[in-house]
């Protein structure tokens, strides 16, 4: 098939690690021998307080010392404010999980943790109200992650933890500072309407190719089989869910329960297991689908400020890497050529002026699922009907007999 060989000869997804991070790759090997100023700042030696003989301070040095999430500013700096949201219902549930996690462990670690952060917050704050490009602030936050795993992984009291409870601390930290500062990280104002433009540009795009069916893609998913038919909305729904969620990490796992449910469909579909060319095609159609809310500014926010170690390997990572996969074709290859058609079928389709008849195959199979359901409905009516009229007679006997 010649889109299978497009698919092809554009990225091969059988690795997690494809051409799509190049760029990201070698800018973090750029980063290995950066000395910044800003960088010694955040890991210099937490302070040491002076052994206090107030009871009091030492009751209070058993709860809760320095808490990461409280409102307190960062040790060194008595006038750092706090940059998180008030009253939002996402950070309010971290805030009481991460204190609940840090409880675990001993006073050394809840304050080495609480400095550590708190001076990382200030900082990307300080340089993004500067101005400073995003990139650049994205790498002090990579660089962060790396010296603070680092410092976990090789520091003698944080030995006390297991590697799970390690793993754990580094999803915390990185939830916390990307939830705290989704503003500032999130398509910041320097670059807003860039952006904007971005995304506008593939919804465009996308809403163009809406067309689109499985045959064109030569991809295999009986969208009339009421089973396939909800994977494949429970996969677009998660895809669009991706932009409603902060944290990185939560964004990578709505494009893996997309992703997940895509198999299932071609699974059911092929009553067979999915194979890696049938996937990306897939998820192709399901963006196409789906059109998500500001898709080019999720996707560079995860390669930005998610821990690189979970983009480089594992299940989310080869998702995401399809995903900038799907994202590229669509926006350059997906063409007349790639769908063997002549160009000016393909010019009449994006412009509007015709309609593939399978085009609609998705909206005749929505209109089946909702007459179906109406049947169902109506079946049920009619068996409680049945039965009323059933017990009604049973009851008008039985006052007979009794007369």
């Known amino acids: 098939m010649k889109l299978l060989s497009s698919f092809r000869s554009f990225d091969s997804i059988s690795s997690p690690i494809s051409g799509g991070f190049a760029k990201f790759e070698e800018k973090k090997k750029q980063q290995t021998d950066r000395k910044s100023k800003s960088f010694r700042y955040v890991f210099r030696k937490s302070p040491t307080p002076s052994p206090s003989k107030s009871p009091e301070l030492s009751a209070r040095h058993n709860t809760s010392l320095n808490d990461v999430t409280s409102s307190t500013p960062a040790p060194s700096s008595p006038s750092t404010p706090s940059f998180r949201p008030k009253g939002d219902a996402e950070f309010e549930q971290l805030r009481y999980e991460f204190n609940a996690f840090l ?23 300080k340089q993004s109200d500067e101005g400073v490009r995003i990139d650049d602030v994205t790498d002090f936050l990579q660089d962060f992650y790396t010296n603070f795993k680092k410092k976990v992984d090789f520091l003698p009291f944080y030995q006390s933890m297991s590697q799970e409870d390690k793993e754990s601390l580094m999803n915390f930290i990185e939830k916390y500072l990307t939830i705290s500062l989704y503003k500032e990280l999130f398509s910041p104002i320097s670059t807003a309407s860039e952006d904007e ?42 895809i669009i869910e991706m932009d409603s ?22 699974s059911k579909s092929k009553d067979a297991p999915a194979s890696a060319d049938d996937f990306l095609p897939a998820l192709i159609y399901i963006v196409i689908k789906a059109n998500p809310t500001r898709l080019q500014s999720n996707i560079n926010y995860i390669n930005r400020c998610s821990n690189a170690n979970r983009l480089m390997s594992g299940e989310a990572g080869y998702f995401f890497t399809n995903l900038c996969c799907a994202v590229t074709f669509i926006q350059n290859n997906l063409n007349a050529e790639s769908l063997n058609m002549p160009e000016k079928e393909f010019q009449d389709y994006v412009s509007g002026r015709a309609v593939p008849l399978g085009s609609w195959e998705m909206h005749f199979s929505e209109s089946l699922h909702a007459l179906q359901e109406m049947t169902n409905a109506v079946d049920e009516l009619e068996h409680r009907s049945q039965e009323f009229l059933k017990n009604a007679e049973h009851l008008k006997q039985k006052m007979k007999h009794k007369q």
């Not at 675990?104 to 917050?121: L, M």
Request: charged letters at 25%; aromatic letters at 4%; a positive charge.
């Open 245 to 266: 969620v902060k944290a990185p990490q939560d964004k990578l796992q709505c494009i893996t329960q997309c992703s997940n449910n895509i198999l299932r469909a071609l």
């Open 197 to 238: 433009i971005k995304d506008l540009t593939l919804q465009n795009r996308i809403r163009q190719l809406n067309w689109i069916n499985c045959q064109h893609l030569d991809i295999i998913l009986n969208e009339r089989e009421k089973q396939v038919r909800d994977l494949i909305y429970g996969a677009i729904n998660s």
């Open 103 to 125: 409880q675990n462990f001993s006073i050394q670690i809840r304050k080495d943790v609480t400095f550590k952060v708190k001076s990382c917050e200030a900082e990307l704050k």
